[in-house]
């Protein structure tokens, strides 16, 4: 065993017995005057155990966390709520600015209406192409264009309903 280790080790278990005694004769008073350094004696002896590979440094970070977590949680109980529902209200306005970007303006008529050769030019294909064709280019156009990765509701619906209009046509 190293004899720097073994003299570090004796020290700190002098120093903690010493502290300990100290404490106990005094009371509360001695707890709250010697706080600082409990503190410097907790982190002597993370340090050496960390020198020693006997604590790894994730362990070290851990253990800084908890007096930090501790004084985070109340405000984190305070404001926690109020971040969250402005969090929600911002996610919902960036999601709408980007589902308005890809909407084109409002066209007099009925919404719905759509004539096969929009059909065919919203799914890029040429007209007459067969089911097989339409199927596997309205696959692909979803795949990147769904909701769930990026895309919009609108495209998706339009993408739909081409694919609707020119099934039926076959």
Do not use: C
């Amino acid at each position: 065993m190293n004899p720097l280790f073994v003299l570090i080790t004796v020290v700190l278990v002098i120093v903690i017995v010493w502290l300990i005694r100290a404490l106990l004769r005094g009371g509360k008073q001695a707890w709250r005057q010697q706080r600082q350094t409990l503190l410097w004696l907790a982190l002597a002896v993370l340090a050496l155990l960390a020198i020693t590979k006997k604590l790894h440094v994730l362990g070290i970070l851990l253990a800084g966390f908890i007096p930090l977590a501790q004084r985070l949680a109340p405000l984190l109980l305070r404001y926690g709520p109020t971040l969250h529902k402005q969090y929600k209200q911002n996610t919902q306005h960036k999601n709408h600015q980007r589902d308005s970007q890809h909407e084109p303006p409002h066209r007099p008529g009925n919404p719905s209406s759509m004539s096969s050769d929009e059909a065919w030019e919203i799914l890029g294909l040429r007209p007459g192409a067969n089911k097989a064709d339409i199927l596997a280019r309205h696959k692909q156009l979803i795949q990147k264009l769904h909701p769930d990765r990026g895309g919009s509701n609108y495209l998706t619906a339009r993408i739909n309903q081409a694919r609707d209009l020119l099934l039926k046509g076959l």
